[in-house]
């Protein structure tokens, strides 16, 4: 592939190292569109996939008052940006990759 970086049409700081993966938004040809959310990687035992944690509060209206909930969602990890277990990452919505991946990894937030 190319070592030009793509515009993705999000405002996310662009990768420093390069990668040839098809399947990177930044260097390959992967469109991301949809949904984007910020959570915890959780677990980078996968080849070139993490599994991010995402919490947030639900309203429960019969005590009116809110809980804290979670979900996991398997995400692609490009090689150029190589986020490891207990980074802070933005993911975006992009087209089903396998099974149970359809978002990418499109920003490392902060590191462990």
């Given at each position: 592939?190319?070592?030009?970086?793509?515009?993705?049409?999000?405002?996310?700081?662009?990768?420093?190292?390069?990668?040839?993966?098809p399947?990177?938004?930044?260097?390959?040809?992967?469109?991301?569109?949809?949904?984007?959310?910020?959570?915890?990687?959780?677990?980078?035992?996968?080849?070139?996939?993490?599994?991010?944690?995402?919490?947030?509060?639900?309203?429960?209206?019969?005590?009116?008052?809110?809980?804290?909930?979670?979900?996991?969602?398997s995400?692609?990890?490009?090689?150029?940006?190589?986020?490891?277990?207990?980074?802070?990452?933005?993911?975006?919505?992009?087209?089903?990759?396998?099974?149970?991946?359809?978002?990418?990894?499109?920003?490392?937030?902060?590191?462990?």
């Open positions: 592939m190319s070592s030009k970086v793509r515009n993705i049409g999000i405002d996310v700081e662009p990768p420093t190292t390069t990668c040839d993966d399947r990177c938004p930044f260097h390959g040809k992967l469109p991301v569109r949809g949904r984007i959310f910020v959570g915890r990687v959780v677990s980078d035992k996968m080849r070139r996939t993490v599994v991010i944690r995402r919490d947030f509060l639900r309203y429960v209206k019969k005590y009116k008052r809110y809980q804290r909930e979670h979900g996991k969602i995400a692609h990890n490009p090689p150029c940006l190589n986020v490891k277990e207990g980074d802070l990452v933005r993911a975006a919505e992009c087209r089903p990759l396998s099974k149970t991946v359809s978002f990418v990894v499109i920003e490392k937030l902060k590191s462990a």
